[in-house]
């Protein structure tokens, strides 16, 4: 059975985990057995629960105890459920976008790079993509448009930090992830997938041209916001790619960019 805690004051020492804990104090690299995240609104909560992370604590407007918290509550047993009314949580940033509900969780360990791509033909690279919100909105296309696998470089936004798995409305945790060792594209060639630059450039492909199709396994490389991606990682891919665009337009945002890139280079039917 669930202990539910009512908290009067923000103050509280039960809320550190969910207001005065950073992305980087809960990833805790020192001692990964011990790393967390927060999930925020129920959706997020269940398709966390649903890919097997273990719940640590939760927090929720008393009001949601019977109401939207329910189904969460009847699933998870021996947690700490702390609880308040709605003026004490408006103190928390950002909790009016939850839906009123938080649960802290226990990180899993993230696999190698060869074991994620095993039987994978098309992968997605995120090249130092630091806005989280981007990586989670890039992650929830891959995922709903049929790429099999997200890999991020060093320097890239944390799936699992709270604002990117927010925007991923939890695909963060339905399709497969992890991060390279480093920047460089040899993991990815040395295993047998051809390389594609998403960059602006004159003497790259069309994304629709036919010799992409023709491809086993494709790693579609995705750059940061502003500068996207470097001379040398353009250079190092088999492939340069941009989408045709009208009306002026010369670029789109790396999120949008991704859909469009998804979907025409998916091996899905």
Same mark, same amino acid.
């Given at each position: 059975?669930?202990?539910?805690?009512?908290?009067?004051?923000?103050?509280?020492?039960?809320?550190?985990? *969910?207001?005065?804990? $950073?992305?980087?104090?809960?990833?805790?690299?020192?001692?990964?057995?011990?790393?967390?995240?927060? %999930?925020?609104?129920?959706?997020?909560?269940?398709?966390?629960?649903?890919? &097997? *992370?273990?719940?640590?604590?939760?927090?929720?407007?008393?009001?949601?105890?019977?109401?939207?918290?329910?189904?969460?509550?009847?699933?998870?047993?021996? /947690?700490?459920?702390?609880?308040?009314?709605?003026?004490?949580?408006?103190?928390?940033? =950002?909790?009016?976008?939850?839906? =009123?509900? @938080?649960?802290?969780?226990?990180?899993?360990?993230?696999?190698?790079?060869?074991?994620?791509?095993?039987?994978?033909?098309?992968?997605?690279?995120?090249?130092?993509?630091?806005?989280?919100?981007?990586? &989670?909105?890039?992650?929830?296309?891959?995922?709903?448009?049929?790429?099999?696998?997200?890999?991020?470089?060093?320097?890239?936004?944390?799936?699992?930090?709270?604002?990117?798995?927010?925007?991923?409305? =939890?695909?963060?945790?339905?399709?497969?992830?992890?991060?390279?060792?480093?920047?460089?594209?040899?993991?990815?060639?040395?295993?047998?997938?051809?390389?594609?630059?998403?960059?602006?450039?004159?003497?790259?492909? !069309?994304?629709?041209?036919?010799?992409?199709?023709?491809?086993?396994?494709? %790693?579609?490389?995705?750059?940061?916001? =502003?500068?996207? @991606?470097?001379?040398?990682?353009?250079?190092?891919?088999?492939?340069?790619?941009?989408?045709?665009?009208?009306?002026?337009?010369? !670029? @789109?945002?790396?999120?949008?960019? $991704?859909? /469009? %890139?998804?979907?025409?280079? !998916? !091996?899905?039917?």
């Amino acid at each position: 059975m669930n202990k539910i805690t009512e908290i009067t004051d923000f103050c509280s020492s039960e809320l550190d985990v *969910y207001a005065r804990l $950073s992305e980087v104090q809960l990833l805790n690299r020192r001692n990964p057995e011990n790393a967390m995240f927060i %999930a925020e609104s129920p959706k997020v909560i269940e398709r966390a629960l649903d890919a &097997g *992370y273990e719940p640590v604590s939760c927090l929720m407007e008393k009001r949601h105890i019977d109401g939207e918290g329910r189904p969460i509550l009847e699933r998870i047993d021996n /947690v700490s459920v702390f609880c308040a009314e709605a003026d004490v949580l408006a103190q928390l940033t =950002g909790f009016n976008l939850t839906r =009123g509900m @938080l649960c802290a969780m226990k990180r899993k360990p993230l696999p190698d790079v060869k074991t994620l791509c095993e039987n994978k033909k098309r992968i997605v690279v995120l090249d130092k993509v630091m806005n989280p919100t981007n990586v &989670g909105a890039i992650i929830r296309s891959a995922a709903a448009l049929g790429m099999d696998a997200v890999l991020l470089t060093p320097g890239s936004s944390d799936p699992l930090y709270r604002r990117a798995a927010r925007v991923s409305m =939890g695909t963060v945790f339905q399709i497969e992830w992890t991060f390279l060792t480093d920047d460089s594209l040899d993991e990815i060639k040395a295993l047998g997938f051809k390389t594609v630059a998403m960059a602006l450039k004159d003497d790259s492909l !069309s994304i629709n041209d036919p010799v992409l199709a023709k491809e086993e396994k494709l %790693a579609v490389i995705m750059g940061t916001e =502003g500068d996207g @991606l470097s001379d040398k990682t353009i250079s190092d891919c088999d492939f340069t790619v941009k989408i045709p665009m009208y009306h002026g337009v010369d !670029s @789109l945002n790396v999120a949008a960019a $991704s859909a /469009v %890139a998804f979907y025409q280079l !998916s !091996s899905k039917e």
